[in-house]
Nanobody, 127 residues
Framework: QVLLVESGGGLVQAGGSLRLSCVVS????????MGWFRQAPGKEREFVAA????????YYADSVKGRFAISRDNAKNTVYLQMNSLKPEDTAVYLC????????????????????WGQGTQVTVSS
């Protein structure tokens, strides 16, 4: 069984920062990549950022470029999402996810390409 557990969410004022963590545990598989997604009430789940496990290539949604940074610690099986200059529109449940097969540069931003999901952590940004 594979388990993804997010932490680090909370309430922050606009312009503030938060760092989310996602710890991966369970059976050993090839972690091709890890992704962060978010879902606000009444909206579809949307891509935020992703990182390949081997080379550390990163991908970002246009809405978070320059403000968010994804990183990983292979030794700790942990992926981070540093979020700076937060805006009220960043308010959502943030979920980390992992695929069970290699992803392309197209599929890496697609929720359906991911197989394992965490339970999510709430991020609320007040104006």
């Amino acid at each position: 069984q594979v388990l993804l557990v997010e932490s680090g969410g909370g309430l922050v004022q606009a312009g503030g920062s938060l760092r989310l963590s996602c710890v991966v545990s369970g059976r050993t598989i090839n972690w091709y990549a890890m992704g962060w997604f978010r879902q606000a009430p009444g909206k579809e789940r949307e891509f935020v950022a992703a990182i390949t496990w081997g080379f550390g290539n990163t991908y970002y949604a246009d809405s978070v470029k320059g403000r968010f940074a994804i990183s990983r610690d292979n030794a700790k099986n942990t992926v981070y999402l540093q979020m700076n200059s937060l805006k009220p529109e960043d308010t959502a449940v943030y979920l980390c996810a992992a695929p069970n097969r290699p992803l392309t540069t197209v599929s890496i931003v697609t929720p359906d390409a991911y197989h394992y999901w965490g339970q999510g952590t709430q991020v609320t940004v007040s104006s």
